[in-house]
């Protein structure tokens, strides 16, 4: 089964913004390429905390946070491809149960900052399937913006989760934004955002 | 695995594990995750058992590395527990920990250098000090049993207080030949 004739519609940054729309005292790991260029062009937030590298290690950095924070909600913006380089901690955040914490996909089936390349998503794999598989008890597919908003607050749920949510994006590569590349600053900016002194 | 102490110089203290998990609560350790071994198989059932413990089993050892950053970015200190044949897998991630100078403390069984019968674990064993220097990070070793728990608190303190990455190996000769 190949999706070509099913690739998403949605606008990427459209979405993300409706996403984080009102985000509250929502916490915020994106993964990195677009994912990251998306979250920042939404509005630059001292709870967000940016890869620029680590691929494949967006879902567990959510993880360790959800543990750390539990009272927060803490979402993971990532892409197909970043998710799949990872896809076994699909399986280990399921296991875990983080109730507030939410894996979002932003899903187009191609690497796009490698000169758009299928992914094994857009080859036809089923990143809402596994994660069904893999235990998580809450699955959503999303497709349109009125569904980025019905989910939106349910991300703030802190009993329901862990979240998986699939958002077909459209493949279109928009301008780049880019967020702050020191991690160091990034780091620090965040833990203070959470009450934690630098040191 | 089999995880028996039936090499000497652990009959002398067989109780490392439990001196690490001491202080392991003395330093705060909000987090533990693993990919299943015998030589920590104590430490991770300690640490299962402990309420204030977070303790996360993982399908590969990169995953508890970016865990690691997540604890820490959520003001928590946490702890990775592997073999040596997972260093590799690692090696990535550990930019991570680099880039933006975040603490991380992994404990190692080493596998490939004492009494080894399995050439399948030699070169990983065999590579992974330099592995980890190779990103940068600092390896100490825990070759005796009584040093145990000093050699974690002093790693901890490197990590957590000094935002250092540190490796700790724990000599394959605490953890006993394998029996079969």
Redesign the interface.
């Given at each position: 089964m190949v999706k070509s004739s099913t690739f998403g519609a949605l606008d990427r940054r459209a979405a993300v913004k409706a996403l984080l729309d009102n985000r509250r005292d929502l916490l915020v790991v994106t993964g990195l390429g677009s994912p990251s260029y998306d979250v920042f062009a939404a509005g630059e937030h001292d709870g967000n905390f940016y890869l620029w590298g680590a691929m494949g290690g967006a879902a567990m950095v959510g993880l360790g946070l959800a543990l750390a924070q539990p009272k927060r909600p803490v979402v993971v913006i990532t892409g197909d491809g970043e998710q799949l380089m990872g896809v076994g901690a699909l399986l280990t955040v399921a296991i875990s149960k983080p109730a507030n914490l939410t894996i979002a996909v932003l899903d187009n089936g191609h690497y796009g900052e490698t000169g758009m390349q299928l992914s094994h998503s857009g080859h036809g794999a089923r990143l809402d399937v596994i994660a069904q598989g893999a235990g998580f008890p809450s699955v959503t597919e999303i497709s349109d913006l009125e569904g980025v908003a019905a989910f939106r607050d349910r991300m703030h749920d802190l009993t329901e989760g862990p979240r998986f949510a699939c958002i077909q994006i459209s493949k279109d590569n928009p301008e780049r934004v880019l967020p702050p590349r020191d991690g160091v600053h990034v780091k620090n900016r965040f833990r203070q955002h959470l009450g934690f002194a630098v040191k | 695995m089999d995880g028996s102490a039936s090499d000497k110089s652990a009959i002398i203290n067989p109780d490392w594990p439990l001196d690490i998990y001491h202080v392991f609560k003395q330093i705060q350790i909000?987090?533990v995750c693993y990919v299943p071994d015998a030589g920590h198989s104590r430490l991770i059932t300690l640490s299962h058992q402990d309420p204030l413990i977070?303790t996360?089993?993982?399908?590969?050892e990169?995953?508890?590395?970016?865990?690691?950053?997540?604890?820490?970015?959520?003001?928590?200190r946490?702890v990775l527990l592997m073999q040596s044949s997972g260093v590799g897998n690692c090696v990535?991630?550990f930019?991570?920990m680099n880039?933006?100078?975040?603490p991380f403390l992994t404990l190692v069984t080493m596998r490939g250098e004492w009494a080894e019968f399995n050439p399948w674990q030699i070169p990983m064993g065999r590579a992974t000090p330099g592995a980890f220097e190779l990103m940068g990070i600092t390896v100490l070793r825990i070759d005796h049993p009584s040093e145990a728990g000093e050699v974690v608190s002093a790693a901890a303190s490197l990590a957590f207080?000094g935002?250092r990455q540190v490796a700790i190996l724990i000599s394959q000769r605490l953890l006993g030949r394998k029996k079969w």
């Open positions: - | 909000g987090q977070k996360t089993v993982l399908t590969t990169e995953e508890g590395v970016a865990l690691c950053a997540g604890a820490w970015l959520g003001g928590q946490a990535n991630m930019s991570l880039s933006c100078r975040l207080d935002d």
